[in-house]
């Protein structure tokens, strides 16, 4: 693994300062400063994991002590809201946030469609597709649209922001109960369209979860989720 | 439960899964519970804590990535990080980033080294053994208790200075005999 052109010779005071954050010495002020040059300074940020994952042998050190019973309870209130028999509305079809994005797409591609479609720039030849790669700037997804002028239809598959060849998003479906099962990974080429195997199709119901994943270029080597989750959401009737 | 058992639920609960939430808890909060506890040394408090990192480990759990190590020692941080915080909030300590770290000279240390995981524990043991008695004491307390270098020099009974300069240097030693 390349370390990085800022990691060249870390300094001694970059060692001393990210072991005394992971250590806790530090005063409140000066371990808000360490976080915030750790969200600018990848290197630097890898040297304070370093130091979390040598330490960690030390928390052998702290022997289990079981909490209050309503401890649990107060968490799923604080996150989940007071009503407990409301289905989970977390992920991906209840993001207002991802809704608005996709509109944002559409919409962008729509204009491009319509600006092929009044002459402004002359029709490609032929049938190779246009294709537009819509980003944003924080997003881990990229929205790749294709457009088939010959019968005017559009699609648009997600893929894996940065670095296509390097990574692929892969959709996995989280059973009400058992294990977590992967759907397959998105190709960029191909229609965003999944075949639900048979023998999986009774695991996708009601209550089920859809999560999508990053994962390695042709998706998770060992079977499970190895990347960061990029969105999930439950299924449900609309 | 398994590490691999527990990095599975952290993935669960990334994707939003409840029951794996409730299971991670299960499996995880008396460990936490316990971090809490050591640091903050008020039941009331630590609970609080622990609400507070569950909520926490909730929404974080997609930034969890299998290959970035051990899912406890993911939680361990998350917990040992807000507890120290509550702790240096209610008592502040002075403390500058900007203190001359005067033991280290200008020189560099060798571009890093990708260390391999499964063996850091034991490594970091070896290398703690290679350090003076007192100042390894030193380390270890101030991690799982989260003293502050003022809190140890009183406990050690040694100037903070004093107390600084061991634990800088001490930093220093175990990198060095980490990446031997």
Known sequence: MTSGEQSQGRRPQDEILAGEYVLGVLSLEARRAVEQRIANDRAFARIVERWQADLASFNEDYEDVAPSQAIFGRIETRLFGPARVAPSSWGLWNSALFWRRLSFATTAVAVAAVVYAS??????????????????????????????????????????AGGREEKSLELWLVPG????????????????????????????????TLAVSLEPLGGSPTGVATGPVIASGAVRRP | MQSNEIAALVNRVAMGDRKAFASLYNATSSKLFSICLRILKDRADAEEALQEIY??????????????????????????????????????VTEDLDDAYDLADDGTLDPEQQVANADEGRRIDRCMEELDSVHARAVRRAYVEGLSYLELAEELKVPLNTVRTWLRRSLLKLRECMER
């Open chain 1, 119 to 160: 002459g402004v720039i002359p029709r490609p030849q032929g049938y190779a597709p246009l294709v537009a790669e819509l980003s944003s700037t924080d997003s881990q997804i990229n929205l790749l649209a294709s457009y088939d002028a010959g019968n005017g239809r559009l699609r648009i598959v997600p893929v894996a």
């Open chain 1, 177 to 208: 109960s058992g294990k977590t099962l992967s759907l397959g990974v998105f190709e960029p080429d191909q229609t965003g369209e999944f075949v639900i195997p048979a023998d999986l199709r009774r695991n996708l119901t009601e209550g089920a």
């Open chain 2, 55 to 92: 909520v926490r480990v909730w929404q974080r759990s997609r930034t969890f990535a299998v290959d970035t190590g051990s899912p406890l020692a993911w939680l361990a941080a998350i917990a040992r990080n807000h507890a120290i915080d509550i702790l240096r909030a209610r008592k502040p």
